[in-house]
């Protein structure tokens, strides 16, 4: 069993920064795959951003160049350091962690998920 929770979110103007932190409990973090995800007001939760196990990663268009998706295994934590925010970044941001190396851009292929924190970006 996995828990994740995560932190970090908050209010921050247009073209400010925020860094998410998703800390994991239970085992294998470092041979798990770990990906964000968000979810906008009236919308469907969609891909941010993913890492497998020797952090390579994947990007959304929509946040590419402005996002940096990282993990730390001796912490157990994957981060998402998010710059240049916009108003369209405005979601609840989930964590979520595979039982596979490899990363995925479908939510469906993610067993284990934290509660989401708050990222509201005003204009």
């Known amino acids: 069993q996995v828990q994740l929770v995560e932190s970090g979110g908050g209010l921050v103007q247009t073209g400010g920064s925020l860094r998410l932190s998703c800390a994991a409990s239970?085992?294998?973090?470092?041979?798990?795959?770990m990906g964000w995800f968000r979810r906008a007001p009236e919308k469907e939760r969609e891909f941010v951003a993913v890492i497998s196990w020797i952090s390579s990663t994947n990007y959304a268009d929509s946040v590419k160049g402005r996002f940096t998706i990282s993990r730390d295994n001796a912490k157990n934590t994957v981060y998402l350091q998010m710059n240049s925010l916009k108003p369209e970044d405005t979601a609840v941001y989930y964590c979520?962690?595979?039982?596979?190396?490899?990363?995925?851009?479908?939510?469906?292929?993610?067993?284990?998920w934290g509660q989401g924190t708050q990222v509201t970006v005003s204009s």
């Open positions: 239970g085992r294998s973090f470092s041979s798990r795959a």
């Open positions: 979520a962690a595979r039982s596979s190396r490899y990363w995925s851009t479908n939510q469906d292929d993610y067993d284990y």
